[in-house]
């Protein structure tokens, strides 16, 4: 991958277009406990965006915009978030328990108590981590003992 | 049931023309043809969230994929032994043809019966959990400590492909510093 992206084609859909695919992401997480979808399926979509946005670009753009260790940031904090939802349910003796004491309407986004957090936890979790693991993949490229 | 069986159909031989295949990139398509027929029959078999999973997943695999294979030419050669190779194909394909035989005739008719367990899921969902999507509130409510080892398993994935592939432990010498390192 050379460090100036593709083409003046690419660079313009990807620019009008990123942006729609990442609030697609957002809403597939945050309606996660209404419509199908939920925290992995839209996280992989957040990952996508910036994967769409890296190849059309080129690595430089992307280091202008991520700052170094935002992925393992957005990783960590993600996945402590789940497992503090976990343990805070032992407020009331059991792990996972919905401690909400209204739980909200069905069809809002306001509602089911937990579910929302934990889908919100998981994206960022997926997102940064697929991204992390994409980037590694890409970036670092081992031939034969050397690396280009 | 028609359709499925075809797709089902369709899987299957892009799945032989994606191990038979001689160019990897080619073979990269096929199996991005038998995700994308995977996810349809998720759809038929009403099941919208596996479908989404699943399509977004394998772009973003077909993506990797690609980027990996785009400039390499793996040669694999199986010539020489084609007597050995044609007597263990035949003789795995009589194996599996007839076990699978009888464990299809001994499975049960599709859907029934229904579990307890998922009855109760069906009827008191909504009520518990308060939560439209069923399978976010099985996934999340009722079965979130599984869903916490399922977050724990990708976690360490992650860590350990950053682990093997970082930059910082083989650096040479002489090599100058890159400025995104993970």
């Known amino acids: 991958m050379n460090s100036n992206g593709m083409?003046?084609?690419?660079?313009?859909?990807?620019?009008?277009?990123?942006?729609?695919?990442?609030?697609?992401?957002?809403?597939?997480?945050?309606?996660?406990?209404?419509?199908?979808?939920?925290?992995?399926?839209?996280?992989?979509?957040?990952a996508l965006s910036f994967v769409n946005l890296m190849l059309a670009y080129g690595k430089q753009e992307?280091?202008?915009?991520?700052?170094?260790?935002?992925?393992?940031?957005f990783e960590t904090i993600g996945a402590i978030m789940f497992l503090g939802i976990a343990i805070l349910g032992f407020m009331s003796g059991y792990f996972f328990y919905d401690w909400f004491v209204s739980k909200g309407k069905p069809f809002t986004i306001f509602s089911a108590g937990t579910?929302?957090?934990s889908n919100i936890a998981i994206a960022l979790k997926v997102s940064s981590g697929l991204f992390a693991i994409f980037l590694v993949l890409v970036l670092i490229r081992v031939t034969g003992g050397s690396k280009e | 049931m028609l359709e499925l069986n075809l797709i089902m159909l369709f899987v299957i031989i892009a799945a032989f023309i994606a191990v038979e295949m001689k160019d990897l990139l080619s073979a990269v398509v096929s199996v991005a043809a038998a995700g994308l027929g995977l996810c349809i029959i998720f759809l038929i078999?009403?099941?919208?969230?596996i479908a989404i999973t699943q399509l977004v997943v394998e772009i973003f695999l077909l993506i990797i994929l690609i980027r990996a294979t785009i400039r390499k030419d793996l040669p694999f050669s199986t010539s020489?032994?084609?007597?050995?190779?044609?007597?263990?194909?035949?003789?795995?394909?009589?194996i599996f043809l007839s076990v699978g035989y009888f464990v299809i005739k001994q499975l049960p008719q599709f859907g029934h019966?229904?579990?307890?367990?998922?009855?109760?899921?069906?009827s008191e969902g909504l009520e518990k959990t308060r939560a439209t999507n069923l399978v976010t509130s099985i996934l999340l409510g009722f079965r979130a400590y599984d869903t916490l080892g399922e977050a724990?398993?990708?976690?360490?994935?992650?860590?350990?492909?950053?682990?093997?592939?970082?930059?910082?432990g083989r650096k040479k010498i002489g090599e100058a510093e890159d400025k995104y390192e993970l």
């Not at chain 1, 992307?62 to 940031?73: D, M, N, T």
């Open chain 1, 115 to 117: 579910i929302p957090l």
């Open chain 1, 7 to 46: 083409s003046l084609i690419v660079k313009t859909v990807t620019r009008l277009t990123v942006g729609f695919i990442f609030v697609y992401g957002i809403y597939i997480v945050l309606h996660g406990h209404i419509s199908p979808g939920g925290g992995f399926a839209g996280g992989v979509i957040i």
């Open chain 2, 113 to 122: 019966p229904l579990m307890r367990v998922s009855g109760y899921y069906l």
């Open chain 1, 62 to 73: 992307l280091y202008r915009r991520i700052p170094k260790l935002f992925l393992a940031l």
């Open chain 2, 80 to 94: 020489g032994r084609w007597f050995f190779n044609t007597v263990m194909t035949v003789t795995f394909l009589i």
């Open chain 2, 45 to 49: 078999l009403k099941a919208p969230d």
């Open chain 2, 152 to 168: 724990t398993v990708l976690f360490t994935a992650v860590i350990s492909v950053l682990a093997v592939m970082r930059k910082k």
